[in-house]
């Protein structure tokens, strides 16, 4: 079964949504926090809206670290 793209945010959605910049959705993709791939190949990343809400019900802990630290 193919999956529609509504089913998939872009790192930009991500960030919109969450209120981060760009490096830090980068490093989440990059330790595996958050999971995401390249359709095709490409240059750009993609994330699956199902991983996106397991990300955001499991790694509150995490965020609230980092934002306590001032990051974005």
């Known amino acids: ?3 529609g793209l509504d ?3 872009t790192v930009e959605e991500v960030c919109l949504l969450l209120k981060v910049e760009r490096h830090t959705v980068a490093r989440w993709i ?3 926090q958050l ?3 390249k359709p095709g190949g490409g240059r750009f990343w993609r ?3 199902r991983d ?3 990300f955001i019900k499991g790694g509150v802990h ?3 670290k980092f934002i306590k630290k ?3």
């Open 47 to 49: 994330v699956r809206r």
């Open 35 to 37: 999971r995401a791939f």
């Open 1 to 3: 079964m193919r999956e």
């Open 62 to 64: 995490f965020r609230e």
């Open 7 to 9: 089913n998939f945010l």
């Open 52 to 54: 996106f809400q397991r």
């Open 70 to 72: 001032g990051r974005t």
């Open 30 to 32: 990059e330790s595996g």
